[in-house]
Each structure stands twice: as C-alpha cells, then as structure tokens.
C-alpha cells in the first residue's frame, strides 16, 4: 500500500494547510474529528505504517487511519473483476495500469464536511483558484494545528464558523455568492451528512442526501464520496477533463460525460477506480487551445 498515493486526493494544491509532505517522506494531515481538532503524521517503511497524533482528535485519527489508508477498499473484487466478461481490450488496459500501481486503495476519512466544502470551492473554476480560496479561508478561519505539525497547517473550521463567514470574507477569498451559499446552506446539514459515513463505502443514501442540497449536483458528490466514504464507484461526472482523458484511453478518441460512463460500465463498481488509475497513467489526448483562465472575484 502506497501511503502517499492514498492519502493524496486530500491535497488540495500546493501550500494547502491541512497537507503536507516532509523531505523525510511523512505524510501530514489535520481533521476536524468528532472528538476536536487533531494532527496526523504517517510513514511508511518497508512495508509497516506507523501513525502518531496530537490534540483532542488524536485517538480518533488513529483508530480510524486503517480505513483512511483503505482498509475496508475491496481490491481482491476488483482484481476478480477483471477476469470476468469483460470487453478484452479494456480490461487489459485497466490490468496493465493497476499492476502499475499496486499500493493503490481507495480510503475513506469519515468526514464528509471536511470533503465537502474545498469540493464546492473546485466548482466550475481552474484548480488554482479554488487552492487559493481554499488557503485563504483557512488561515483566516482555521485553528492551529495540534502537535509538532510543519509551520502553517491548520485545522478546518467547524461548520458552525462556515455559517457565520460574512460576504466580504468569502469575496476576498475569491468565492462568488453562489459558492459561498452552497457551503453556508450545507454547514446547516453537516451532522447529517456526517452521519452517511457510518455507512461504509456504499454511499448511495450520501448521493441522495448530498444533491438534495441546493447548489451540489452529481460532480460535488462523487468527489464528496469518493474521500469520505471511499467509494470506489462514484466516478466524477461533468468534469472538464476526465472525459476525454477516459476516451482517450480506451479508444483514442475524445468523448463526453456518456461516452465515459458508457466506456466505464463494464467496470461498474469500481468506475472511480478505473478513472483514478487512467489519471495516474498519464494517458491523455493532446492539449489543443488556450487554457481555462483563473478569475478573480476580489477587488484590491
């Protein structure tokens, strides 16, 4: 199992406060847990994990770190999976990328508020501009990281603080009012939604509860999902890129949101899995045509 490669969905752009990887390889990571805020730090070395932690949210990162290194991911199934009634050509492609990346799996963090609101942010806008909206409200909101954590982390908020944030906070961050009233609506919910991850990886009364909410469709809750409750099979519908990236792989052509799920269906179950390691491949179409811009919402 690859530490770093599991833990790395929750990245959220270079400089994020709540992520970090030290030059000694250790992965660090902050939660808002249900017990308070805590510090994880995670190595690995020939082929043992060793976790540590610090503040009021240190056991629960512990005894949960197994199912956020994906424990309860179903990579046995998966692998069964491949050698059944399967279109030949595509699932070798799919056997030849897993056996590419073996320490891969699928973990679920139990959080679903903490996925949630930078899942909002990445609504409809490059990357970077959701990163840097992302950092902006957490080192305005976000308490200190417990611990011996690297300079700058801090914990998330809880939802009661995302509720309060005033308009012009959110405009200097670079959020529009749509976004912003999309988490400020959901943070009114989060014990609700925290309450799905119990579940296990089955996250279909998530999906149902998650697109109820004004402002998150089918896009935010795969990626709500796929973190919290480490659905292997919630692939991101209505993303910029992975359609043609998934086309690509498969047939050598671009595609859209139905050629991808089409393409994916004989993978169902493990769909996100499948767009993961095609992703980590590096399999894409050539980049033609001037990039999608970043905005900028503030005035200065």
């Keep these: 199992m690859d530490v770093e490669l599991?833990?790395?969905?929750?990245?959220?752009g270079s400089g994020d406060p709540a992520w970090r990887r030290t030059p000694d390889r250790a992965i660090w990571r902050t939660s808002r847990t249900p017990e308070g805020p805590g510090t994880l730090r995670v190595t690995s070395r020939m082929g043992e994990v060793h976790g540590q932690a610090w503040g009021p949210g240190a056991e629960w990162l512990l005894e949960t770190l197994p199912q956020a290194l994906g424990a309860d991911d179903d990579v046995a199934g998966f692998a069964g999976a491949l050698d059944g009634p399967r279109q030949a050509g595509a699932a070798a492609l799919v056997a030849d990328l897993a056996a590419r990346h073996p320490g891969l799996r699928i973990g679920r963090t139990l959080r679903v508020f903490e996925a949630l609101v930078p899942a909002v942010l990445e609504q409809k806008v490059v990357g970077r501009e959701a990163w840097r909206a992302w950092r902006w409200l957490m080192r305005k909101y976000g308490e200190p990281a417990p611990g011996p954590a690297p300079e700058g982390m801090a914990v998330?908020?809880?939802?009661?603080?995302?509720?309060?944030?005033?308009?012009?906070?959110?405009?200097?961050a670079g959020v529009e009012a749509v976004r912003a009233r999309t988490i400020i609506n959901a943070a009114r919910h989060a014990d609700k939604l925290e309450a799905t991850a119990l579940g296990g990886p089955d996250s279909a009364e998530a999906d149902r509860l998650l697109r109820?909410?004004?402002?998150?469709?089918?896009?935010?809750?795969?990626?709500?999902?796929?973190?919290?409750?480490?659905?292997?099979?919630?692939?991101?519908?209505?993303?910029?890129?992975?359609?043609?990236?998934?086309?690509w792989a498969f047939?050598?052509?671009?595609?859209?949101?139905?050629?991808?799920?089409?393409?994916?269906?004989?993978?169902?179950?493990h769909r996100h899995r499948v767009v993961k390691l095609i992703e980590l491949s590096g399999l894409r179409p050539p980049a033609r045509g001037p990039r999608m811009p970043a905005r900028d919402y503030r005035s200065f």
Aim: glycine share 12%.
């Design 212 to 247: 109820a909410l004004p402002g998150i469709g089918v896009w935010t809750s795969a990626e709500v999902r796929q973190r919290g409750h480490g659905d292997p099979d919630a692939p991101s519908v209505g993303d910029f890129h992975l359609p043609g990236m998934v086309g």
């Design 6 to 12: 599991t833990l790395s969905p929750h990245r959220r």
């Design 251 to 269: 047939t050598g052509q671009k595609t859209d949101d139905a050629g991808m799920l089409e393409l994916l269906e004989p993978f169902r179950g």
């Design 156 to 172: 998330m908020p809880p939802p009661q603080v995302w509720r309060t944030i005033p308009s012009w906070d959110w405009h200097r």
